[in-house]
């Protein structure tokens, strides 16, 4: 199964706020899971990414945790700002090959 | 360094019309791809190059061709558009050793 199935669709936060953005995989072969970032009118940007032999990684007020018996991965953000609505991609690879993009999370951040 | 560029930014067909995107990076990387994105969809692969010389298909590739002209160019081109192939296209550009993908700023594509 190469799917990535990602939620919510949408997502609105207050400033200052936690947001958390899931997703879930079934082939056990990926072995690369980086997140993307894309504001309007731009092409999608690598934010954070994380491999399966750790089960958390954090940069800044983005931390993805990783849970690899579930199959799942997370994208968590700390102290949410207006300047991070965006819509949020997760993703899956193994190195090499071709990425599979989650649909996508719009995020709002209200102010 | 422009990174990963792609012209035209903007484009309307008429059904039955043929064009092609262009997509160039200057970041010497191997592989190159073309994804469209549509509402609710992601990004959904068409076509990549894993490096120059190859190109193979991706998950959504009926209707569209590829051609990897050198190791900075990787075009797509619509034979006969069809007003299901509105969408916005992006490049996107990967070095042989690292896994992050480098995207264009895209193309929006309809055709009417």
């Known amino acids: 199964q190469q799917q990535v199935k990602q939620s919510p669709q949408s997502l609105i936060v207050q400033k200052g706020g936690i947001s958390i953005i899931n997703c879930a995989y079934e082939?056990?072969?990926?072995?690369?899971f980086p997140w993307y970032q894309q504001f309007p009118g731009k092409g999608p940007a690598l934010l954070i990414a994380i491999r399966p032999d750790v089960s958390e990684k954090k940069e800044g007020r983005f931390t993805i945790s990783f849970n690899k018996s579930a199959k799942q991965f997370s994208l968590h953000i700390m102290d949410s700002q207006p300047g991070d609505s965006a819509t949020y991609f997760c993703?899956?690879?193994?190195?090499?090959?071709?990425?599979?993009f989650g649909a996508g999370t719009r995020l709002f951040v209200k102010a | 360094n422009a990174g990963v560029t792609q012209t035209p930014k903007f484009q309307v067909l008429k059904t039955g019309q043929s064009m092609t995107l262009q997509c160039a990076q200057d970041?010497?990387?191997?592989?190159m791809y073309w994804y469209r994105q549509d509402p609710g969809m992601g990004l959904r692969l068409i076509y990549y190059?894993?490096?120059?010389?190859?190109?193979d298909k991706g998950e959504v590739p009926n209707g569209y061709n590829v051609s990897r002209l050198n190791k900075r160019e990787f075009s797509l081109r619509l034979e006969s558009a069809a007003p299901s192939q509105t969408s916005v296209y992006f490049c996107a550009s990967r070095s042989g050793e690292g896994d992050t993908q480098y995207f264009g700023p895209g193309t929006r594509l309809t055709v009417l």
């Open positions: 082939n056990t072969a990926f072995d690369y």
């Open positions: 970041m010497n990387h191997n592989s």
């Open positions: 993703a899956a690879s193994m190195r090499g090959f071709k990425t599979i």
């Open positions: 190059s894993a490096s120059e010389g190859t190109t």
